[in-house]
């Protein structure tokens, strides 16, 4: 698709105030993710988008939320846009290592000098109106501002928090994305669908994978109460290559759904056809092919949908990041709740079926309050069962930008997963149980999981000296 309407780039303008350098706005970037923190109606937010001239009102936007897999669907769907001709802009969470990690434009991070410029305008804005705004408003405002500046045809944005407190919630999305939904306790599960569907406004299609059919059918009658446009879930999984059909085809799927009403329901009314479109239905083209169009199919055989999921990057930071050059193999994933963790899990014994593993230690660290951990513990012990292997504990740091709530007590939990007979201990830092976990299994065909939380992804790679990351960090 290409859209006729397009407007050519304008000059980059910053707000007359205080010039900060990309250092200092890291350092309040940093110092301000607890301001402003409990404002459930988006007071502040709705007044800096005003200030800003109301940026929300003037993108398309698609939101994407749920339990687990957003990042995943994001970049799915921006890879997708981008083959239609699009011009995408996508804003996700949590960063790795660098805040520039969240903004990028047809997959592309932005740089750090149009980081601080944005930043800058934005951070004036705020301070000329009187506001004292967090950094998740901050941020979720130089998104607006960057993809309004670059004329994004569409605008992908993760729901980061559950519920109408996100401040991506001001915008009027034409798509909301449901990835899954998985209440840690199920009695509070309709409410929490609730909550999820609060983005959804009077006209906004939504899609969801979750495979509940009591959640979609709850889903499907709250739409329907919000004048949404309710779209059939998801029931199959993109083709991937192995492993990632079983780990991540469904959030393939569910970009791909999304990508389809984009382009041929949203982006329709100001768009062309032009060649090497992957999801557009072009008219008069129902019913079998006449043998011209057959012969013309043959001279100019057309990329299809299933071709480029085999083709697809994969691979992003921190979400079952596999490292095969590192010796002993690294395997990444932020999975800290329960449902991530069977992910996890069943990616590991897919690995395990593709080339055996010759000696498997898993270094996990959670701060995650809400983890159903007696479920947790069964699960170590089924998978354990069947797979050799031991776990290390090991506590997690506190890093702005990531959830701040207390580490596991790796002596405590250590001690519990023993009691399920599965083999663990304790370390007191992520440094102790790496470099254990490395001399515990073979270096050729041994595997060392980090996961639990991002900021076990985020100590992996300073760890490693690494300061900056790409979109898609090769393995």
Not at 67 to 84: D, H, V, Y
Not at 164 to 192: G, H, L, N
Not at 279 to 301: I, M
Not at 311 to 324: A, H, T
Request: charged content about 25%; overall charge positive; glycine content about 4%.
């Amino acid at each position: 698709m290409k859209n006729l309407n397009k407007q050519t780039t304008p000059k980059d303008t910053v707000a007359l105030g205080k010039q900060r350098s990309y250092n200092e706005i890291i350092e309040f970037l940093d110092a301000n993710w607890k301001t402003n923190a409990n404002d459930a109606a988006l007071s502040v937010m709705k007044k800096l988008d005003a200030a800003l001239g109301t940026l929300s009102s003037k993108l398309n936007t698609i939101l994407v939320t749920g339990t687990n897999g957003k990042s995943l669907t994001i970049n799915f769907m921006a890879q997708l846009l981008r083959e239609e001709g699009l011009h995408v802009g996508t804003f996700s969470a949590p960063h790795m290592l660098t805040y520039n990690e969240r903004l990028s434009i047809n997959t592309e991070l932005i740089s750090n000098k149009a980081f601080t410029d944005v930043a800058n305008e934005v951070i004036n804005a705020a301070e000329s109106a009187g506001l004292k705004a967090n950094s998740s408003e901050i941020l979720t405002a130089m998104a607006l501002l960057y993809f309004h500046q670059n004329n994004v045809d569409v605008a992908i944005l993760e729901v980061s928090r559950i519920g109408t407190s996100d401040a991506t919630a001001i915008c009027t999305p034409k798509i909301a994305a449901i990835t899954r939904v998985t209440a840690e306790k199920e009695e509070a599960t309709k409410e929490f669908i609730q909550d999820v569907l609060s983005i959804v406004k009077p006209g906004t299609h939504v899609v969801s994978a979750d495979q509940s059919k009591i959640n979609l059918q709850v889903m499907h009658e709250l739409v329907e109460k919000k004048n949404g446009v309710w779209s059939m879930p998801i029931r199959k999984l993109a083709a991937l290559s192995y492993p990632f059909e079983q780990l991540h085809g469904r959030c393939a799927a569910l970009a791909e759904r999304v990508a389809q009403i984009y382009v041929n329901t949203i982006n329709a009314k100001d768009a062309i056809v032009v060649n090497g479109t992957l999801l557009t239905k072009q008219k008069g083209t129902r019913g079998r092919p006449t043998l011209e169009a057959k012969r013309q199919l043959e001279l100019n055989p057309k990329k299809t949908v299933e071709q480029f999921w085999k083709e697809v990057n994969i691979s992003l930071s921190g979400r079952f990041q596999l490292l095969e050059k590192e010796k002993p193999t690294i395997l990444l994933d932020s999975a800290s709740n329960l449902d991530a963790f069977k992910n996890l899990l069943l990616g590991i014994r897919l690995l395990h079926y593709q080339r055996p593993l010759k000696g498997l230690t898993l270094v996990i660290g959670n701060n995650n309050p809400d983890l159903a951990f007696a479920e947790f513990l069964k699960l170590l012990r089924y998978f354990f069962k069947k797979n050799s292997g031991q776990v290390i504990i090991c506590p997690t740091s506190s890093i702005p930008g990531q959830p701040d709530t207390p580490s596991w007590d790796a002596e405590k939990i250590a001690n519990d997963i023993k009691l399920m007979k599965v083999k663990a201990r304790a370390a007191k830092n992520f440094k102790e149980a790496f470099e254990a976990a490395v001399k515990t299994v073979d270096e050729r065909h041994g595997l060392v999981v980090l996961a639990g939380s991002p900021s076990l992804v985020t100590e992996y790679w300073k760890y490693k000296g690494i300061k900056k990351l790409s979109p898609a960090p090769a393995a």
